[in-house]
Nanobody, 129 residues
Framework: QVQLVESGGGLVQAGGSLRLSCTASGRLFSLYTMGWFRQAPGKEREFVAVVAAISRGGGNTYYADSVKGRFAISRDNDKNSVYLQMNSLKPEDTAVYYC???????????????????WGQGTQVTVSS
């Protein structure tokens, strides 16, 4: 059974940085696209960033417009981990952040929730103004 464990959330002032980590177990991690999503209070969960499987497609990445240029997603297949480096944080980045594993192996950059079947428990990120 696949499990994801996230860490790295916390409280930070606007303009600061945080690095989220997500470690996976139970699936051949390197073959699957990994994504980060977030859900702010009273809002639907939304796509943040995605990184393709490195074994196919070279680990390509894609970002939501709202975080492009500020966030960076990366993965380390030897550690079964995916990371989200968040810089220049804004109060509107406040949310619970979730990592997820895609349903399908391959290099496609999935941005929709329905393309992911395993989710972490979430980690809270709070950005104060």
């Amino acid at each position: 059974q696949v499990q994801l464990v996230e860490s790295g959330g916390g409280l930070v002032q606007a303009g600061g940085s945080l690095r989220l980590s997500c470690t996976a177990s139970g699936r051949l991690f390197s073959l699957y696209t990994m994504g980060w999503f977030r859900q702010a209070p009273g809002k639907e969960r939304e796509f943040v960033a995605v990184v393709a499987a490195i074994s196919r497609g070279g680990g390509n990445t894609y970002y939501a417009d709202s975080v492009k240029g500020r966030f960076a997603i990366s993965r380390d297949n030897d550690k079964n981990s995916v990371y989200l480096q968040m810089n220049s944080l804004k109060p509107e980045d406040t949310a619970v952040y979730y990592c997820a594993v895609s349903k399908y192996s391959g290099s496609y950059l999935y941005t929709k929730e329905l393309d992911y079947d395993v989710w972490g428990q979430g980690t809270q990120v709070t950005v104060s103004s």
